[in-house]
C-alpha cells in the first residue's frame, strides 16, 4: 500500500535532522512525555481550553522545556513557530479510538476531528507516535529502520533482476511476433511489484532524513527506467483509437489492483484492458514504443510519427531506409540510425534468447 501525501509530508517534517525531531527525542530522553499538534486553525482553536499564549519562535530547546508541564502544545503548520503550550484538548469523546492510554487517545481523537498532524510521545513506553487523520504511526530509531530498509532493498534488487528478465525475454518475443497475452501481462506484473517496493522503501527515506542518503541513492539506481517502461508497455498494447487519457486509467488501474491479485496473470491483463484469465495464450501485436525508445537519439514526436505511419513493430523491423525516409521528420541520416538500432536490437534480443 502506499503511503499518503499528507502522511509522507509530516514524515518529513519530523525526519532524524530536522529541528522537531531534536525536539521530539530530547522529550524521550527527559522521560516527561507530550502532546503536540501541528496545526493550528478554527477546529484546534475550539477544542482547546487554558494553557499558555506563546506565540515565539520554535526552537528543539523550548519544545522539550514546555513539554516539562502538562497539557498539548500547539505548533503553526510550518513549524516555525509555538503558539501555545499547556493547552487542555477536548476533542469529541464519540470519535471511536482504539488507543487505551489517555495522551494516545486523545491525540487520535485530535487527529480524526481536525485532520491535522498529532505526537504523542509516550514516556512510560518510550515511543514517539504520529497520527494523521485515521492513520497512527510510530517513529523508530534511525537503526531499526535502516534494518527493514536494507530488507527491503535486498528483495527490490531480486524483483529487478527478474524484471530485467522478463522484460529482455519480451522484447525477443516482440522480435519474434510470438508474444501472448500472458508475456506482457508478465512484465507489467513485475513493473507493478518493483514499483510498489519502491514506494515502501522511499517511505524509509523519507523517515531516515539526512541518514537516508545512501538508501535513496540506491533506490534511485534501482528502479531507473521502471516508471518510463510501464508507460511504453500500456502504450504499446493499448487498442489504438482508445482516448488520450486511456493509459493513465490503465496505470491506475494496475496501482489499485490488491496485493492478493497482483500474483494472478488474469488480473494484471484484465486492468490493461489487454484479455483474462481465459485469453493468456492468445496473440498479441506490439506497436513498437518499447522497442523505439532503445534507438539513441529518437524524440517522441518521430516516434509517433513512426508507429502511426506503420502500425506496428512487425511493420517496422521490415521497413527500409527509404520506407523510414517517407515519414514527416525522418530524414536519410535519422532513417538510417532507426534502421540500425533496429536491427541491433533484433540481433542482441534472439542472441540472449537462444545462446
Excluded: C, W
Excluded at 522537531?20 to 516527561?32: F, H, N, P, Y
Excluded at 514517539?128 to 523508530?140: K, N, S, W
Excluded at 521490415?318 to 540510425?337: H, I, M
Amino acid at each position: 500500500m502506499e503511503t499518503p501525501t499528507d502522511l509522507r509530508a509530516t514524515l518529513a517534517t519530523i525526519a532524524p535532522g530536522t529541528d522537531l525531531r531534536e525536539g521530539l527525542e530530547r522529550i524521550l530522553r527527559g522521560r516527561t512525555g507530550a502532546l503536540i499538534v501541528i496545526g493550528h486553525d478554527r477546529v484546534v482553536d475550539e477544542m482547546s481550553t487554558g494553557g499558555f499564549a506563546l506565540d515565539v519562535p520554535f526552537s528543539a530547546t523550548g519544545l522539550r522545556e514546555l513539554a516539562k508541564m502538562d497539557g498539548a502544545i500547539i505548533l503553526d503548520k510550518d513549524i516555525s513557530r509555538i503558539l501555545r503550550a499547556g493547552v487542555h484538548l477536548m476533542p469529541d469523546p464519540s470519535i471511536p479510538t482504539e488507543e487505551s492510554g489517555t495522551r494516545h487517545r486523545t491525540a487520535d481523537r485530535v487527529a480524526r476531528q481536525t485532520g491535522v498532524p498529532v505526537i504523542s510521545v509516550s514516556a512510560s513506553m518510550h515511543i514517539i507516535a504520529l497520527y494523521l487523520d485515521e492513520t497512527r504511526h510510530v517513529l523508530e530509531d534511525a537503526g531499526a529502520v535502516i534494518g527493514r530498509a536494507n530488507q527491503a532493498v535486498a528483495t527490490l534488487e531480486r524483483y529487478r533482476n527478474r524484471l530485467d528478465e522478463v522484460s529482455d525475454a519480451l522484447s525477443a518475443l516482440e522480435i519474434e511476433d510470438l508474444v501472448t497475452v500472458r508475456d506482457v501481462a508478465a512484465a507489467a506484473q513485475r513493473l507493478e511489484m518493483v514499483r510498489r517496493i519502491a514506494g515502501e522503501i522511499d517511505t524509509y527515506v523519507l523517515e531516515l532524513g539526512v541518514e537516508g542518503r545512501l538508501l535513496d541513492l540506491q533506490l534511485e539506481e534501482l528502479i531507473a527506467g521502471v516508471d518510463p517502461e510501464r508507460e511504453l508497455i500500456v502504450r504499446d498494447y493499448l487498442a489504438a483509437g482508445r482516448r488520450p487519457r486511456s493509459v493513465e486509467l490503465v496505470l491506475e488501474a494496475l496501482a489499485s489492483i490488491d496485493s492478493a491479485a497482483l500474483v494472478e496473470l488474469g488480473s494484471v491483463a484484465e486492468a490493461m484492458r489487454i484479455g483474462n484469465d481465459d485469453t493468456l495464450d492468445t496473440p498479441l501485436s506490439p506497436r513498437g514504443y518499447r522497442l523505439l525508445a532503445k534507438v539513441p537519439r529518437l524524440p517522441g514526436t518521430v516516434v509517433d510519427r513512426l508507429i502511426d505511419h506503420f502500425g506496428n513493430l512487425q511493420k517496422l523491423l521490415a521497413a527500409s531506409v527509404d520506407d523510414l525516409q517517407a515519414v514527416e521528420g525522418v530524414g536519410d541520416l535519422r532513417a538510417r540510425g532507426v534502421r540500425e538500432g533496429l536491427s541491433r536490437l533484433a540481433e542482441s534480443s534472439i542472441l540472449e534468447r537462444y545462446v
